[in-house]
């Protein structure tokens, strides 16, 4: 079955921490997903550019509605995602208690609905 590893974290405290812990940081996520490669769990991955990037987008009356930012104000915000192959919740739950970030932030485990 597949899962969506969905990475919060905090952008603004994120920006603060000196460069040297940051690459530090990006040195386990390397490790980590090498890690899901090997082990035959991994089916895409990507970090997301910062939030201020993103747009919202809704269709009322027809209309296409666009507003800039994310839809909600969180503390944390959505910083990237794995897809992975998984043979239960509680193997994704193992996986996702490994990715770096859930040591700051969260990781929000959700199942892929098959159409």
Do not use: C, W
């Not at 997301?48 to 990037?53: C, D, I, R, S, Y």
């Amino acid at each position: 079955m597949q899962y969506m590893l969905l990475i919060y974290r905090n952008e603004q405290e994120f920006a603060k921490v000196k460069d040297a812990d940051k690459q530090a940081v990006y040195q386990a996520y390397g490790a980590f997903t090498q890690g899901i490669i090997k082990s035959g769990h991994y089916v895409a991955g990507n970090p997301l550019q910062p939030v201020a990037t993103a747009t919202t987008v809704k269709v009322r009356g027809g209309k296409t509605l666009t507003t800039d930012g994310p839809f909600a104000e969180t503390r944390e915000q959505l910083t990237g995602y794995y897809l992975i192959e998984a043979a239960d919740l509680d193997q994704a739950i193992a996986i996702a208690a490994k990715v770096p970030s859930a040591l700051d932030g969260s990781i929000e485990v959700r199942p892929i609905m098959k159409m």
